[in-house]
């Protein structure tokens, strides 16, 4: 689905002006690109408009500490009169901080297919490479200032989500605003790749581990299912094998893989899924999860729900064999 109602941005610009108190939230188990559009979203608006007071919220990931700190609040101090932003996330399900109760007015920016309309004004663009794509589209169509900081963490979410402009989302619109942004803010390269992908050895043994451990069908999906004794004996933890799972593009074998990590703290497997071109979300919304045509996810209770989605994938490969 495409949505981009007319003057988004000035809309979306216009809510921002008006609250003296702004929230900005993204999904449960983020990613690059979640951390990185909430923080320079923050950033920006702090930059433009320094008397508001604007927060970053949701749990700290340790290894994303490199795009800034998030902010501490809870409900209780914050006025009637506050504006949520949610970013890169379809439903409020999936918000990692608070319900929806409480705000003056919400507003979603996200790039995932739009399942139903769940804010007062939503920015949804599924032909988006990634969330801090549009955060960057909307700073330059409201000429919104922003400095060498903030211009690196957008580059640095456009580039994860896009994993590195391979994946089909990429569009000339993606490679014109990267340009954009390393023309205007001049920042080196390097030291941003070095954040996002630098592992240690361990991580590494890991992903040796998977590859000799997938089971692969005859349709060629593959998967493996991941828990804490694993976890343990490589030194990692349950979101190491999310952050590795767009790794595997490229083995020839594969049309789709479904990485199941168990997640102790939360009681729930957690599952990644990638495809080649193998639709596979609308197999995922059926199994409490969603997410884009060929990168999709789903958070299950049972080792029998694991099965049963990880049949219904392979019988989807099957399908289109």
């Known amino acids: 689905m495409y949505m981009i109602k007319k003057n988004i941005h000035k809309q979306i610009l216009k809510k921002i002006k008006e609250y003296d108190e702004i929230v900005i939230a993204r999904h449960i188990g983020p990613d ?48 009637n009169n506050t504006l949520m932003i949610i970013l890169d996330v379809p439903r409020w399900d999936r918000v990692d901080y608070m319900k929806k109760e409480g705000f003056a007015y919400t ?9 139903e309309q769940v804010c007062d004004l939503e920015l949804v663009d599924d032909t988006s490479a990634s969330t801090t794509q549009l955060i960057t589209e909307f700073i330059y169509e409201t000429k919104l200032k922003i400095n060498k900081n903030i211009a690196e963490n957008l580059f640095c979410g456009i580039v994860s989500d896009s994993d590195r402009f391979l994946l089909s989302y990429t569009t000339p619109k993606t490679l014109m605003l990267v340009s954009k942004l390393l023309e205007d803010y001049k920042f080196e390269l390097m030291p941003l790749y070095n954040n996002l992908y630098e592992r240690p050895l361990d991580e590494r043994k890991f992903e040796s581990y998977i590859i000799n451990n997938i089971d692969i069908t005859e349709n060629g999906f593959g998967s493996i299912i991941l828990d804490n004794k694993i976890f ?90």
């Open 107 to 115: 507003i979603k920016i996200d790039h995932h297919p739009c399942e």
């Open 232 to 321: 343990k004996l490589f030194n990692v933890d349950s979101a190491t094998a999310s952050n590795m799972v767009n790794d595997f593009n490229f083995i020839k074998e594969l049309k789709v893989w479904a990485f199941a990590s168990w997640d102790e703290r939360n009681n729930i497997f957690k599952v990644n899924i990638r495809s080649r071109g193998t639709q596979i979300n609308e197999v995922a919304e059926k199994f409490n999860g969603g997410g884009h045509k060929f990168a999709s996810g789903a958070r299950l209770q049972t080792l029998d729900e694991v099965k049963a989605l990880f049949k219904a994938l392979d019988d989807v490969c099957k399908e289109n064999k």
């Open 32 to 79: 690059p690109d979640a951390i990185s559009s909430e923080i320079a979203l923050r950033d920006i608006i702090r930059l433009n408009f320094p008397k508001k007071k604007v927060y970053a919220v949701g749990n700290e990931v340790s290894r994303f500490r490199y795009f800034g700190n998030l902010d501490k609040i809870s409900s209780s101090e914050l006025s």
